[in-house]
Structure formats: structure tokens, C-alpha cells
């Protein structure tokens, strides 16, 4: 990038390359993504990440730590838009489903950008998936 570019112009430099990488089916296959505290999203409060993820090849053998994602039942919804501008009305649908359906949180949400700011420059057009495992009320 040219020196005398500010720092909105290189990020609309990088996005416009990153547009046509992305836009292809390269990056496609792999979850990315964050965590969120279960306990302030169903308060409907943005909070920030715990953690992030993404996913690793299967033959994975490296240093770090890798976390698998418990196994269990996950109630998920996709929504258009932003998660911060959503988080109220999404956890208000969670909090109803698991009511009518005697079920409640047992772990943190993870936030799934399916299409974001590298994909299109508006974010009323980003989807986003978010999935929060749930079990059975024991009564």
C-alpha cells in the first residue's frame, strides 16, 4: 500500500482484494468465528468475545491446544444484519423457544459470520449463524 494512504483507504484496498478472494468458494469450508457468554446474550447484552475459533484439518497434530465443540443438542438461527445490532430480539426468540419448550442454556454461544465485511460492504446484507447447546429441564 502506498504510504500516504490513511487508514480508511487501505482497508478499502484490502477489502476490495479480499472481496474477490473471498467471494470464491476458497475460505468457504472453514467455521470461523467467536464465543459469547450465554448468560449476557440472554440478557440481551452484547458482550465481547471469549474466545474465537476456526476449524483445523482432522490430521492436525500441532502444539497448541485444540478445543472440539461438546457434542450435545444446539438450537441455531441465522439472521441478517449485525449481531450487536440483533442480540436483543434474538435473545428474546431464544429465551421464548426454550420456555415453551422446558429446555435451557448449558453453554456459551458461538457466532458464526457466514457473510461479513470481507464478502460486502453493507452490513445489512451479513448473515450470521449462531448456535447455543441446550438441554431438557429436569421437571
Not at 472453514?30 to 457468554?37: M, Y
Not at 502444539?63 to 441478517?80: I, N, S, V
Request: charge should be negative; proline fraction near 6%.
Amino acid at each position: 500500500m502506498p504510504p500516504e494512504c490513511s487508514g480508511d483507504e487501505s482497508i478499502k484496498i484490502l477489502a476490495r482484494h479480499n472481496l474477490n478472494v473471498f467471494s470464491k468458494e476458497h475460505f468457504k469450508e472453514k467455521a470461523v468465528g467467536w464465543l459469547a457468554d450465554k448468560d449476557c446474550f440472554l440478557a440481551g447484552e452484547y458482550s465481547r468475545p471469549l474466545a474465537y475459533f476456526s476449524s483445523v484439518n482432522p490430521d492436525y497434530h500441532g502444539k497448541m491446544e485444540c478445543y472440539t465443540r461438546p457434542a450435545g443438542l444446539y438450537m441455531t438461527q441465522r439472521f441478517q444484519g449485525t449481531f450487536r445490532e440483533h442480540v436483543q430480539e434474538l435473545a428474546e426468540f431464544f429465551k421464548a423457544y426454550m420456555q415453551r419448550n422446558k429446555l435451557h442454556a448449558v453453554d456459551n454461544l458461538y457466532i458464526m459470520p457466514l457473510k461479513n465485511h470481507w464478502m460486502t460492504p453493507e452490513p445489512e446484507e451479513y448473515i450470521y449463524q449462531i448456535s447455543l447447546r441446550i438441554e431438557p429441564d429436569e421437571n
